[in-house]
């Protein structure tokens, strides 16, 4: 396996995030920018090994989208070997 985004180099503090606001259930998305309070890795999954270990993530929990930038901002706990 050759996973790409385990011990990243990138690791941001208290980044800006994007979280859902609506219910999964509304027809409409809605969203907003807050503030994580924590440590954030950001990685940009370049295989299908990197995207397989992301989908077993929840959204929201273990991985965000960042406010800015490009990737995603992942629990850096998580991407220790």
Known sequence: ???TI???PVVETDPLVI???SLPTDA???SETKRYNGKLARVNVRN???LALIKMMRYGIDYFAPATGD???VNPELLKR
């Open 48 to 50: 299908g090994y990197d």
């Open 71 to 73: 990737g995603i901002l």
């Open 1 to 3: 396996m050759n996973l």
């Open 19 to 21: 979280v859902r606001t």
């Open 6 to 8: 385990t011990n990243p």
């Open 28 to 30: 409409k998305y809605d």
